[in-house]
DNA sequence: ATAGGGTTAG
């Protein structure tokens, strides 16, 4: 309810305001809070439709004040407190005379509300005349005398080929515009033209040249860079507006949040928010809301972002959807669970998005039957017809909850599909094991004409690895090195050795790794854990040594593998030289599962006191585990005194381990220390 | 032609 009837109307009252100037801001304000739905709304269509029709350049203005109702109204009383807020800070205020090609351009347009001012409008009263003049501002500066009409044609058509995302008409466009040597006076909508059609050299090279004065083409830019997944160089671009002199307004934040989200820069994210809250931007801007709302939720600071959902002036069901996707982005199903049901006590319908959200959130907890009941709602509205996404999140929900006959049914009956929907599902196969499925999906998605992408390819991949069909691997492998995707994708890379290391190709794996363009620890990792895994331990520290010497920086996964080849091969001093130089050299932080190498490293040889020392180095905490494979390896030599030790601690950390009880009176009894086995017993 | 540039989802 408080979406539709009051924030809504409320905007279109606004911008009712700032195109027609004819309604006093304190009457439609006053108005918008207080009438009734209905009121508002025809109040506010009633104001389109003056817009529409409204031409302040055909010198509407003495027209206007000749009429009675209710314009003659506003246009007394909205003025003079315009004009009022100008003069008490016009550092509030656009000064766009410069820039006026057109008498029906405003001399001055506030930063926030956008509300526009003209120096010789006709209804200004007296007062305001005497301090302009005061001002030396009782004129307005002579418009630029370029209302040429090509000019004017040319930007109408570059803004169609932005809108239609046109690339070839606008350079066509261009080329046109150079020709009549009015580059000049088109730089503006040339650059935001090229900006909205993703061209962003060409774009950034004219903002370069033209060096522009508007905020709106800076804006344009760093949009086009942010939704570009160039968030850097939208932050960058920003910095380059403040230099140049021009002041962002609530637009420009909201696209640079949207920045600050993307490369989960939280602490750039809060400078802005302090600087929104200094230009008091937040009070009558939901979209600025919301954007300050989902960075916070993006860079997982759910509960600054919960903060804000309770505090902004306006919320919407906006807000409430960057929030639950912040949940389900961190994957805090739960949570997400509970702010929608929250949102829905508090009257706010869910939309598609949310829907989108919650589904995401069922999958990755395993909800099905909320994810059921969620999906059962989405079709009783229709939702499903022309949504894609909406649908794949579905199939994926139902994939992700290992419901695959349901997640298969739901992919049919879609009215659409495309490659994300087919990987949802094929990804479902695969996660599942069900690798013949998955095969048997990619070659029906392939009849249908849609190819595969990245995502698509590593799904497969997987699925090859578990049924060890290296033919259909290695062919895949082919595919995509015809595509070039290995030279930027290293998920991708690493799915291909992966696959070969499961097929037990190791050469081939080794091929891949050796030859791969880009420097990452996850392949090799791959090829190291499955040397490690299949016995073959030597190999598995020769390529270590490889990496090492390629440069590359051993992780967490790395050192489990090399631990454990080490273990194997009964090499204790050098498992031991890793395990310090993880920590010394390679700043790897070693946890249980390293710590249990190490005892099974030295359980293998028998120098059981040694373990003790590596154990006592942990973090108290999670270190059962680590004392019951000490005590493990204890009974194995039948050392009592280090085994009483590591029973002690096991027993310490958990109070009912019959395990170790039993394990502690073996030790005894293989020692024949019966009374003390018996002891234990009891 | 007198605005233009913005938030949430597989």
């Given at each position: 309810m408080h979406a539709v009837s009051d924030v809504y109307p409320c905007k279109s009252v606004r911008i009712g305001i700032s195109l027609s100037?004819?309604?006093s801001l304190s009457l439609s304000l006053s108005l918008s809070l207080s009438l009734s739905l209905s009121l508002s709304l025809s109040l506010s269509l009633w104001l389109m439709a003056t817009v529409s029709s409204y031409q302040p350049w055909k010198s509407e203005f003495s027209k206007m004040s000749d009429r009675k109702e209710p314009t003659s109204i506003s246009c007394t009383a909205s003025l003079p407190m315009l004009w009022k807020e100008y003069f008490r800070?016009?550092?509030?205020?656009?000064?766009?005379r410069s820039r006026?090609?057109?008498?029906?351009?405003?001399d001055f347009k506030h930063k926030g509300t956008k509300q526009c001012l003209w120096i010789d409008n006709p209804c200004t009263p007296s007062w305001v005349t005497a301090e302009l003049s005061r001002r030396s501002m009782e004129t307005p500066l002579p418009a630029r005398p370029v209302i040429c009409d090509d000019c004017t044609a040319f930007v109408v058509s570059l803004r169609a080929c932005a809108k239609s995302k046109d690339l070839r008409k606008g350079s066509l466009i261009h080329e046109e515009i150079l020709r009549k040597g009015l580059v000049d006076q088109c730089s503006d909508a040339l650059i935001t033209m090229y900006a909205k059609c993703g061209a962003l050299v060409k774009a950034q090279e004219l903002l370069d040249i033209h060096s522009s004065r508007n905020a709106y083409t800076w804006t344009a830019m760093i949009t086009a860079y942010a939704q570009h997944k160039q968030a850097r160089d939208a932050l960058r671009c920003f910095e380059h507006m403040q230099l140049a002199g021009l002041s962002p307004d609530a637009v420009t934040f909201a696209c640079v949040l949207n920045a600050c989200s993307s490369v989960q820069d939280i602490d750039k994210g809060r400078k802005i928010h302090a600087e929104i809250i200094r230009q008091g931007l937040i009070g009558d801007d939901v979209v600025l809301g919301n954007a300050l709302l989902d960075m916070y939720a993006k860079c997982g600071a759910l509960s600054t972002a919960q903060y804000l959902l309770q505090w902004l002036p306006s919320r919407d069901v906006v807000s409430w959807n960057a929030l639950i996707s912040g949940y389900t982005l961190l994957g805090q199903g739960e949570q997400a669970l509970r702010c929608f049901e929250q949102m829905q006590i508090e009257g706010f319908s869910p939309t598609s998005v949310t829907f989108t959200c919650i589904l995401e959130a069922c999958g990755s907890i395993g909800a099905l039957e909320k994810g059921e009941e969620v999906f059962y709602e989405i079709a009783k509205q229709e939702?499903?017809?022309?949504?894609i996404v909406l649908g794949t999140a579905t199939v994926d929900m139902f994939a992700k909850c290992g419901a695959l006959s349901k997640a298969q049914q739901v992919f049919q009956n879609l009215p659409s599909r495309d490659v994300v929907s087919w990987n949802a599902l094929i990804a479902g196969y695969a996660a599942q094991g069900q690798g013949n499925q998955a095969l048997e999906c990619f070659a029906k998605m392939q009849q249908e004409g849609i190819s595969a992408n990245e995502v698509t390819y590593s799904c497969i991949l997987d699925a090859c690895g578990s049924l060890g069909a290296l033919d259909k691997g290695t062919e895949v492998h082919h595919e995509i090195t015809r595509q070039n995707l290995l030279q930027t994708n290293i998920v991708l890379s690493t799915a291909v050795v992966d696959m070969y290391v499961k097929c037990g190709a190791f050469q081939s794996a080794e091929q891949v790794v050796e030859e791969l363009p880009l420097q990452a620890v996850a392949p090799w990792n791959s090829l190291i854990t499955g040397y490690a895994r299949q016995g073959q331990s030597d190999q598995a520290l020769k390529c270590f040594k490889l990496m090492i010497h390629r440069g590359i920086n051993p992780d967490a996964v790395t050192f489990t593998g090399v631990l454990n080849a080490c273990s194997h091969l009964g090499l204790t001093d050098e498992g031991l030289m890793h395990f310090m130089s993880m920590k010394k050299i390679y700043n790897v932080k070693p946890d249980i599962g390293h710590y249990t190498c190490m005892i099974d490293l030295f359980g293998r040889s028998g120098q059981l006191d040694k373990a003790m020392e590596v154990i006592k180095e942990m973090p108290p905490g999670e270190d059962l585990a680590v004392w019951s494979a000490l005590l493990g390896a204890c009974q194995k030599w039948g050392d009592v005194n280090v085994g009483k030790r590591a029973f002690e601690h096991s027993v310490e950390l958990s109070q009912n381990d019959a395990a170790a009880y039993a394990l502690m009176a073996n030790i005894y009894a293989t020692a024949s220390l019966y009374n003390d086995a018996e002891k234990v017993e009891v």
């Amino acid at each position: 309810m408080h979406a539709v009837s009051d924030v809504y109307p409320c905007k279109s009252v606004r911008i009712g305001i700032s195109l027609s100037l004819s309604l006093s801001l304190s009457l439609s304000l006053s108005l918008s809070l207080s009438l009734s739905l209905s009121l508002s709304l025809s109040l506010s269509l009633w104001l389109m439709a003056t817009v529409s029709s409204y031409q302040p350049w055909k010198s509407e203005f003495s027209k206007m004040s000749d009429r009675k109702e209710p314009t003659s109204i506003s246009c007394t009383a909205s003025l003079p407190m315009l004009w009022k807020e100008y003069f008490r800070d016009p550092s509030q205020w656009w000064d766009n005379r410069s820039r006026k090609v057109h008498p029906g351009y405003p001399d001055f347009k506030h930063k926030g509300t956008k509300q526009c001012l003209w120096i010789d409008n006709p209804c200004t009263p007296s007062w305001v005349t005497a301090e302009l003049s005061r001002r030396s501002m009782e004129t307005p500066l002579p418009a630029r005398p370029v209302i040429c009409d090509d000019c004017t044609a040319f930007v109408v058509s570059l803004r169609a080929c932005a809108k239609s995302k046109d690339l070839r008409k606008g350079s066509l466009i261009h080329e046109e515009i150079l020709r009549k040597g009015l580059v000049d006076q088109c730089s503006d909508a040339l650059i935001t033209m090229y900006a909205k059609c993703g061209a962003l050299v060409k774009a950034q090279e004219l903002l370069d040249i033209h060096s522009s004065r508007n905020a709106y083409t800076w804006t344009a830019m760093i949009t086009a860079y942010a939704q570009h997944k160039q968030a850097r160089d939208a932050l960058r671009c920003f910095e380059h507006m403040q230099l140049a002199g021009l002041s962002p307004d609530a637009v420009t934040f909201a696209c640079v949040l949207n920045a600050c989200s993307s490369v989960q820069d939280i602490d750039k994210g809060r400078k802005i928010h302090a600087e929104i809250i200094r230009q008091g931007l937040i009070g009558d801007d939901v979209v600025l809301g919301n954007a300050l709302l989902d960075m916070y939720a993006k860079c997982g600071a759910l509960s600054t972002a919960q903060y804000l959902l309770q505090w902004l002036p306006s919320r919407d069901v906006v807000s409430w959807n960057a929030l639950i996707s912040g949940y389900t982005l961190l994957g805090q199903g739960e949570q997400a669970l509970r702010c929608f049901e929250q949102m829905q006590i508090e009257g706010f319908s869910p939309t598609s998005v949310t829907f989108t959200c919650i589904l995401e959130a069922c999958g990755s907890i395993g909800a099905l039957e909320k994810g059921e009941e969620v999906f059962y709602e989405i079709a009783k509205q229709e939702l499903f017809e022309n949504n894609i996404v909406l649908g794949t999140a579905t199939v994926d929900m139902f994939a992700k909850c290992g419901a695959l006959s349901k997640a298969q049914q739901v992919f049919q009956n879609l009215p659409s599909r495309d490659v994300v929907s087919w990987n949802a599902l094929i990804a479902g196969y695969a996660a599942q094991g069900q690798g013949n499925q998955a095969l048997e999906c990619f070659a029906k998605m392939q009849q249908e004409g849609i190819s595969a992408n990245e995502v698509t390819y590593s799904c497969i991949l997987d699925a090859c690895g578990s049924l060890g069909a290296l033919d259909k691997g290695t062919e895949v492998h082919h595919e995509i090195t015809r595509q070039n995707l290995l030279q930027t994708n290293i998920v991708l890379s690493t799915a291909v050795v992966d696959m070969y290391v499961k097929c037990g190709a190791f050469q081939s794996a080794e091929q891949v790794v050796e030859e791969l363009p880009l420097q990452a620890v996850a392949p090799w990792n791959s090829l190291i854990t499955g040397y490690a895994r299949q016995g073959q331990s030597d190999q598995a520290l020769k390529c270590f040594k490889l990496m090492i010497h390629r440069g590359i920086n051993p992780d967490a996964v790395t050192f489990t593998g090399v631990l454990n080849a080490c273990s194997h091969l009964g090499l204790t001093d050098e498992g031991l030289m890793h395990f310090m130089s993880m920590k010394k050299i390679y700043n790897v932080k070693p946890d249980i599962g390293h710590y249990t190498c190490m005892i099974d490293l030295f359980g293998r040889s028998g120098q059981l006191d040694k373990a003790m020392e590596v154990i006592k180095e942990m973090p108290p905490g999670e270190d059962l585990a680590v004392w019951s494979a000490l005590l493990g390896a204890c009974q194995k030599w039948g050392d009592v005194n280090v085994g009483k030790r590591a029973f002690e601690h096991s027993v310490e950390l958990s109070q009912n381990d019959a395990a170790a009880y039993a394990l502690m009176a073996n030790i005894y009894a293989t020692a024949s220390l019966y009374n003390d086995a018996e002891k234990v017993e009891v």
